[in-house]
């Protein structure tokens, strides 16, 4: 068990003023923050929920900023959407530079590149020269294929990647394989909506054009399509759509699982 002053030390980052020290350690013992949400969430006991909501109303925005950017990022979304003074604090700036500066000290920019150091170590457990890189891409990549109502052909985006990769550097194998990687994590991280089932049966249907390597699309990002349409989407087919879609599957890929078979 930790002595409480090594436990001060680790909460509070260099340079943050005692008296806030003090205040944030007081908060989280009295209101943790987890019952919090479950009280705002739930609406169980309305007396409760006034006084923890007026305990919190009453901190300034820097102080909030101190007691989330130490929360876990997975609970980011939903404690933005307690309240509407906390969605601005998300909304702005300077959370994300203290979250910048806590969790990559040598970080100067702030929620892009927060998001895609982010990414970076913790989607592809990466801590070396390329971490930043392979999250901006990944950002880019996923942005093209959920934001645009008609993304660049596969192909281009495939390109523009191994394109980057090259320019850094890195052999046309490591490029090839970062951007294998890539796609299959955005593939992995889009919501199950109307929009992907249409993304994906697009990237189906494209027709195979012959690119020299490393420019040819990944033979395992191709299988991945396929499979997502088959098993998380198979209820988005109607019948011509599921035949044609099987026929291409049947042809790049001998044999296909019996799980795809069946309309």
């Known amino acids: 068990m930790h002595r409480p002053s090594k436990f001060i030390f680790s909460f509070v980052s260099p340079g943050v003023d005692a008296t806030i020290v003090l205040l944030c350690l007081q908060l989280l013992i009295f209101f943790p923050f987890y019952w919090l949400l479950t009280v705002m969430t739930d609406n169980r006991d309305s007396d409760t929920l006034t006084l923890v909501d007026n305990s919190f109303g009453r901190l300034p925005d820097h102080l909030l900023i101190e007691i989330f950017i130490r929360l876990p990022v997975s609970e980011w979304a939903q404690i933005s959407c307690v309240k509407k003074q906390w969605a ?11 979250a910048l500066m806590r969790t990559f000290p ?3 920019q702030a929620k892009r590149r927060f998001a895609a150091l982010y990414v970076g170590k913790h989607i592809f ?19 093209q294929l959920e934001l645009s109502n008609m ?11 191994i394109d980057q990769f090259i320019t850094c550097g890195k052999s046309r194998d490591v490029a090839h394989e970062l951007a294998s990687q890539i796609w299959l994590a955005v593939l992995d991280n889009l919501e199950e909506n109307q929009h992907t089932f249409l993304l994906l049966k697009r990237l189906a249907l494209e027709g195979d054009v012959f690119l020299p390597f490393p ?49």
């Open 106 to 108: 040598s970080a100067s």
């Open 151 to 161: 993304p660049p052909p596969s192909g281009i985006l495939h390109g523009t990647i």
């Open 88 to 98: 601005s604090l998300f909304l702005g700036e300077c959370l994300w530079q203290a």
């Open 125 to 143: 457990a990466l801590d070396n020269d390329i971490d930043e890189i392979v999250g901006h891409t990944y950002l880019f990549l996923k942005e």
């Open 215 to 263: 420019y040819s699309r990944s033979i395992k990002v191709q299988w991945r399509v396929f499979e997502k349409l088959f098993t998380d989407f198979r209820d988005c087919f109607d019948q011509a759509d599921y035949y044609d879609v099987l026929a291409i599957a049947k042809n790049k890929f001998q044999p296909i699982p019996s799980a795809w078979l069946g309309f």
